[in-house]
């Protein structure tokens, strides 16, 4: 096995709270169910969260554009319960990012130990392929892929569409995606 599967902030302020993009609970139930059936078919899966102290440069708040969203141990972000529930049973491995106040990450690339954790991970079990997908589709997930692809190729990066809901109504994701 050398897939991961790579999903990124299914938190709760992405579904239903502070910043909830419209598609998201269907979406992550589906994702929930995809991962009980198909976890196994994985060597690892990486789940990325925003994780924001409360004085977030990205905060409207400080002079950014969204509103407070993920912050540290908050319900916010947290991982949608179902999401955590099916995950469970595989340990997946939690990468942070966005968790310095002055520096917005929405690839998980942007963040240093995050990504030489994933970097790591793909030489050293010489990872062929990443099935990415999460929310936000044309923000957070977009940003991953293009740092992936960036770094290692478009080949590594499979987009599972069906789990990536996205603000645009997933026309940039989509535009992206392999078939």
């Not at 979406?27 to 060597?43: E, F, I, P, Q, R």
């Not at 179902?82 to 942070?96: C, E, G």
């Not at 998980?108 to 062929?128: G, P, V, W, Y």
């Amino acid at each position: 096995m050398h897939r991961i599967l790579l999903i990124v902030d299914p938190q709760n302020d992405f579904i239903d709270g502070s910043l909830s993009v419209p598609t998201a609970v269907a979406a992550m139930d589906d994702l929930a169910n995809y991962v009980t059936a198909h976890g196994s078919d994985y060597a690892h899966i990486l789940v990325t969260t925003d994780w924001h102290p409360a004085n977030h440069c990205s905060f409207q708040s400080e002079g950014g554009q969204w509103p407070v969203h993920c912050v540290q141990e908050t319900h916010g972000a947290d991982i949608y319960a179902p999401l955590a529930k099916a995950l469970a049973p595989f340990a997946p491995i939690l990468l942070r990012k966005g968790d310095t106040a002055d520096k917005e990450e929405y690839s998980i690339f942007k963040n240093a130990r995050s990504a030489e954790t994933l970097r790591a991970m793909i030489a050293e079990e010489h990872i062929t392929r990443i099935d990415l997908c999460g929310i936000a589709g044309d923000i957070c997930v977009l940003d991953t892929y293009r740092d992936g692809v960036t770094l290692f190729s478009a080949d590594l990066f499979h987009i599972l569409l069906p789990f990536c809901p996205s603000l645009d109504g997933g026309k940039a994701i989509s535009a992206v995606a392999q078939p």
